[in-house]
């Protein structure tokens, strides 16, 4: 299922929309009952979508963070005109970085990023550069790396596996 993402907004689908600022209420109104829900350090997490989509209210009972979980499952998240999950890492990174138009959080060795004048983060896996370490190791090592895995990993290490949807003060943590 296709799911636009609104940067400082909220998500759209079949019609419907999500908007960031919305009550539990209001996202169960749209989205039925959770699969799952529960309450940890004063956020509410609502999973929908067997996992793949995460919704955490804060304190006040407002939507703060949108989460899409998994670039193997059904949801396919579209930012830009541009499936995430299905389109090369460096291209959407491109996409991202252009759209942001000012600073980027980058702590995690290209692990993950956040932009935070449009509220969106992306994380994968596996980076190029830790799939050509494991490479190096298995020779390193005398061991022949099994072809699935190698083509899996590098799958995770060209594609992002999550994305998430904040308002532009969101990230401000990440980078104090």
């Not at 955490?56 to 830009?80: M, N, Q, T």
């Not at 932009?115 to 550069?129: L, S, Y």
Request: proline content about 3%; charged content about 35%; aromatic content about 12%.
């Amino acid at each position: 299922m296709k799911i636009t993402i609104l940067p400082t907004t909220g998500i759209e689908f079949d019609g419907k929309r999500v908007c960031l600022g919305s009550s539990a209420e209001e996202i169960k109104a749209v989205l039925g009952q959770p699969e799952d829900e529960y309450t940890e350090d004063d956020i509410t997490r609502l999973f929908y979508f067997e996992s793949e989509l995460r919704f955490d209210i804060d304190k006040d009972g407002v939507l703060e963070f949108i989460e899409f979980l998994g670039f193997d499952g059904e949801l396919r998240p579209v930012i830009y005109g541009t499936d995430v999950f299905e389109t090369d890492a460096n291209e959407v990174l491109d996409i991202l970085t252009e759209k942001n138009g000012g600073d980027i959080i980058d702590e995690e060795d290209g692990y993950s990023y956040a932009f935070p004048d449009i509220g969106i983060g992306i994380t994968r896996d596996a980076t190029p550069e830790s799939i050509d370490e494991m490479i190096a190791e298995y020779e390193e090592d005398g061991e022949e790396i099994d072809e699935e895995v190698l083509e899996f990993e590098k799958r995770r290490a060209s594609h992002w596996a999550t994305i998430g949807l904040g308002s532009r003060e969101y990230y401000d943590f990440l980078s104090e």
